[in-house]
C-alpha cells in the first residue's frame, strides 16, 4: 500500500497504457462482433459456424497468440499492436456469441408489435431488438473487460507494460509490496471499469429501472 | 515463416523430447499444475455453487464473488505466491485457482438452478430429501453446465499455467520466457504451439464429455413448450427459461452470471 502511494506517478503512467490496451480491443470487438451478430442471428448455419470458430480463437492461449501473431501480420515482436489485435480477436470471439444470444433474450411479441406498427427489419434491430438487448450485452461486456485487464497484466512477462510491469519488477528485485501495489491497482482498475460498464448499461436502458410494473405492462400488451 | 520451419523441426526432433528439460517433461509439468488447479477448484466451487443453487440463497455472493476473482491478476498474486511460500506446487495452484474458481462456480450454480421447477417438485412429491433432490435430480439436470464451466476453467488454467514460468516453477512456459529473453524466437513458438495443442486437446475431450452429459435421450426437446405455462414463464422471468433451454439444446455453457 505504502508503495502505492509513493509511486502514484507511475501508477498512473502504467494505468493508462493498461487502459489503452485492454480497453481499445473492447472498442474495436464490439465494432465488429455487434454486425455481425445481429446479421448472423437468423441464420442458422452461419450461426453455428462462427460459434465454432469464436470457440476455436478463444482456445489459443493469449500469451502464445502475442508471441505468434507478429509471423501472421506484418508487426514487430513485442510490439503493442499485437496485444491489442489478440485481444480485439479474444474479445470478439467472446461477443460474437453473447450478441446473437442476447438477442435471442428479446421477446418474440415484442419483435412481432415491432414488424405490425410498420419497423422494416434493419430500423427495427437498430431501434428495437438492439436497444431491449443491452442488459444481456452488458453482463458479457463485464466479463470480457475485466478479463482483458487481468491479460494484459500477463503480457508483462514478456515484456507488453502496463501495470503487470511492477509484478515483474518486484519479482525480480524481491519486493513483495510492490507486487501487492500492483494487485491492488489492477483490482481496483478492474472494479472501477466494471461498475463504470454496469452504470453505463443502466443509462441505456431506462425502462429497466420503471420497474416490474413496467415489465408487467409489455408483457400484458405483447 | 522461417521461425515456423525451425519450430517445427525443433518439435519433430527426438532428442528434444528426452530429458529432465525435454518437452515430454514440460508438458508433464504443465499437466501437473492444470490438473492441481482443476481439481481444487472443483472442491472449492461445485460445493458452494450446489449449496448456492439448490437453496437460491447468497446469489448475490456469486455474482460478487465471482467478479472479485476475476479481477484479481494472476500473475500478480502467483509471484507474490513465490515470495512469500517459496517455490512449489502452492503458488500456482492458488494463482490458478483464481481462473478455475469463477467459471465452474457460475456453471454450477446456472445449472443447478435453472433446472426446470416442475421436474424438483416432482422428485420432492415423490418423496425424496433434500439431499437426493439435489444429487439425484438437480446434478444430473445440471451436469451440462457444470461440465461447461469444467471446460471454461480448464482451458483457461492451461493457457495461463504458462506464466509459472516466470517464476522458474517450468512448464512449457519455459520455451516462451526463455525463448524471448534469448531472443530466440523459434524457441518461443514452440512454446506457444505447444501449449496451444494442448488446449485444444484437452478441450475437445471435455467438449465430448459435455455433449455425452446432457441428460435424458432428447427429452429436454421434445417437451412440448406450452405446458410450461404462461403464470411460470412470467414468475421467473421469460428470459431465464428461454436461454437456459436454448442453452441445453446447443450444450453450450454461458460464462455469465445473469443478475
Redesign the interface.
Known sequence: MRYLLSHLDDAWALTVIHLRLSLIPIVLGLLIAVPLGALIQRTTTLRRLTTITASIIFTIPSLALFVVLPLIIPTRILDEANVIVALTLYTTALLVRAVPEALDAVPEPVRDAATAVGYKPLVRMLKVELPLSIPVLIASLRVVAVTNISMVSVGSVIGIGGLGTWFTEGYQSDKSDQIIAGIIAIFVLAIVIDTLIMFGGRLLTPWTRAGRVGRSKVKAAA | ?N??QQALSYIFTAANWGGPAGLAARIAEHLQYTVVAVLVSVLVAVPIGMLIGHTGRGTFLVVTGV??L????????L??G???WGLGLVPPTVALMLLGIPPLLAGTYAGIANVDRAVVDAARSMGMTESRVLLRVEVPNAMPLILGGLRTAT?QI???A??A???SLGGL?RY??D??KVRQ?YL??V???M??AL??IL?AALAIAVWTSVPGTGRLRRMPQPLLGDEVV?ESG??SQ??SV?RYE?G?P??????
Open positions: 515463416m521461425f515456423l467478479n472479485a476475476r479481477a484479481l491478476p494472476t500473475l500478480g498474486v509471484l507474490l513465490v515470495l512469500l482451458l492451461v493457457a495461463t504458462t506464466v514460468a516466470y517464476a512456459g516462451l520466457i525463448g524471448i524466437f518461443a513458438l512454446g506457444a504451439l501449449v496451444t488446449a485444444l478441450d412470467l421469460a428470459r428461454r436461454t436454448a446447443r453450450d454461458s460464462l455469465t452470471v445473469e443478475e
